[in-house]
């Protein structure tokens, strides 16, 4: 049976939730000021693994959910047939550039249908 989760960890978790791309060194300021008492390298790393903030080998956390490993490998060979990952992330990242001027992905494509719109007419 599972270890009920202390205060503490209960407290980080939340506040991971708030931010989870914070570093260490912040995460741990953060959580210091916000309730005035120390936390500890480990409670951080467990905190991070309740929240489902780390990755295993086995599965990784995606935006809908986790993502199989049976998803990992047809991803990994439709990567294959466009190059492979490493140029599919030299294409991610230039879109992503891309994405970000327009608000995220949804907005960019809604700036091409319009600007496609245009085109025609």
């Known amino acids: 049976m599972p270890r009920p989760k202390s205060q503490k960890m209960e407290q980080a978790i939340a506040l991971l939730q708030t931010m989870p791309k914070a570093k260490l060194g912040e995460f741990v300021t953060a959580f210091e000021k916000a ?3 120390p936390i500890s390298q480990p409670v951080v790393f467990l905190a991070k693994k309740h929240a489902g903030l780390t990755r295993s080998h086995k599965k990784a956390k995606g935006p809908e ?3 199989s490993v049976e998803q990992m490998q047809k ?3 439709m990567a294959k047939q466009h190059g492979g990952i490493k140029e599919i992330r030299k294409q991610l990242a230039k879109l992503k550039t891309i994405a970000d001027e327009a608000g995220g992905f949804e907005q960019l494509e809604q700036c091409f249908d319009i600007l496609e719109e245009l085109k025609r007419k």
């Open 35 to 37: 309730h005035s008492i």
């Open 75 to 77: 991803i990994k060979e």
């Open 65 to 67: 959910g986790t993502i």
